[in-house]
């Protein structure tokens, strides 16, 4: 095969993948609509990053770049407003970039009472940077919620008194989440992970969960 024909072949392949992933796109948004409609929330396929970032400047809206906000779903769950929405950003450039998709669960004011922390899933890196004075709020009293989770934020005590012995409990079981606090504004999310259509409403209750066993009284 001639040089030319193999470029053509690849940007043939290239373009294929590109109008796959457009198309599977495109069912997502459809689907995401429909599950937006079952629920009686409202929908938007394109949301603003900037305007949701006035509901909560959560850590999460600080990663990265080529932010972009889809799916968009706005509603009312146990009485807290709430937005969940797909979301995705760009670390790096190049060979080295790599995107995260994550499906967030937005509860604007739906943290008050709470100090500001962010609370994520503890990797190798953390637990090294953890020796060289990387902050990680730890409980002698849950060595299994320590040694998963990494949790960080400027008022300790504060931060301690929230997570109480019931809460320990709850994410020493319920691994992967991540949670931040600003200004009472909670955003909760499975990072690098979007949830299926159909799963939407079990996504949503599951968040839910996640909020109330930091503040049932919220």
């Not at 629920?39 to 394109?46: A, I, L, N, P, R």
Request: with cysteine; glycine share 10%.
């Amino acid at each position: 095969m001639s040089p030319i024909l193999i470029v053509v072949a690849i940007v043939a392949g290239f373009g294929g993948l590109i109008y796959w992933a457009a198309q599977q796109e495109k069912k997502r948004t459809e689907a995401m609509a429909a599950a937006c409609q079952a629920m009686g929330y409202t929908f938007e396929e394109k949301g603003d990053v900037e305007a949701l970032r006035t509901f909560g400047d959560l850590p999460v809206f600080g990663h990265g770049h080529s932010k972009t906000a889809r799916n968009v779903m706005t509603g009312t769950v146990a009485d807290h407003s709430l937005k969940l929405f797909d979301y995705r950003y760009t670390t790096g450039g190049g060979k080295d970039s790599h995107t995260f998709q994550q499906t967030v669960a937005l509860f604007p004011g739906g943290a008050q009472g709470l100090p500001d922390f962010a609370l994520a899933p503890e990797n190798f890196f953390h637990k090294i940077g953890g020796f060289f004075g990387y902050q990680d709020i730890d409980f002698e009293a849950s060595p299994d919620f320590s040694s998963h989770y990494l949790l960080r934020g400027s008022d300790e005590m504060a931060i301690r008194t929230a997570f109480s012995a019931d809460a320990l409990s709850f994410f020493a079981q319920q691994r992967g989440w991540n949670v931040e606090v600003r200004s009472a504004h909670a955003g909760i999310y499975r990072s690098g992970k979007r949830c299926k259509p159909e799963e939407a409403p079990a996504y949503l209750a599951e968040a839910l969960r996640v909020l109330l066993a930091l503040h049932p009284a919220a």
